[in-house]
């Protein structure tokens, strides 16, 4: 299950750091992928044994939300990195590259990068709260260590803003013509 960048768009040079940070991110992406078949094999045990054996178990719905938040949370930077993001794109695909470009770095400056640094500073303690007090499901038969579950929130939104940065020091790059990378 391997996937590179998307070959659309705007056509950014790599920097050392973005050719690093993509190519581990799209690694990460890859392998988390699977995540999808487990939670898509515990939803069908969770079925089976709920409507077969009438045996519902409230650890398979709690860690059918924990994969998903899991697959979502650490799937942004990979669909951030490949450029398979949703994108409206009507106006911007009849505008030249450079100012594409400089659309994407104010986007990125003063829309995502606040909207992340907002998301970290309001997760952080958080998940920290959950730590400290030794967070565990209100349900009964519910799952302990809650803060691990929390703590993808903060992995998540960190690997999103490296692939941000990543994509800024290409941009810079684009605009700039630095930092290049060295062949």
Request: aromatic share 14%; glycine share 6%; hydrophobic share 55%.
């Amino acid at each position: 299950m391997s996937v590179a960048p998307a070959a659309v768009g705007l056509q950014l040079p790599h920097t050392l750091y973005s050719s690093f940070v993509d190519r581990s991110i799209i690694r990460l992406g890859n392998a988390v992928s699977w995540i999808w078949l487990l939670l898509l094999a515990v939803i069908v045990l969770n079925v089976v044994m709920r409507y077969v054996f009438a045996q519902g178990r409230i650890e398979f719905e709690e860690i059918q939300w924990h994969l998903y938040s899991i697959g979502f949370l650490l799937g942004l930077s990979y669909g951030f990195v490949t450029d398979s993001h949703i994108r409206v794109d009507v106006i911007r695909e009849r505008l030249s590259p450079t100012t594409q470009a400089w659309i994407e770095l104010y986007g990125l400056l003063l829309l995502l990068l606040p909207f992340i640094m907002l998301v970290l500073v309001a997760a952080i303690p958080f998940v920290s709260y959950s730590y400290s007090i030794g967070e565990v499901s209100e349900a009964p038969g519910g799952l302990p260590f809650r803060w691990v579950i929390k703590s993808f929130l903060v992995i998540g939104f960190l690997l999103l803003l490296l692939s941000v940065t990543a994509r800024l020091s290409r941009v810079f790059c684009f605009l700039f013509s630095w930092p290049q990378e060295k062949k």
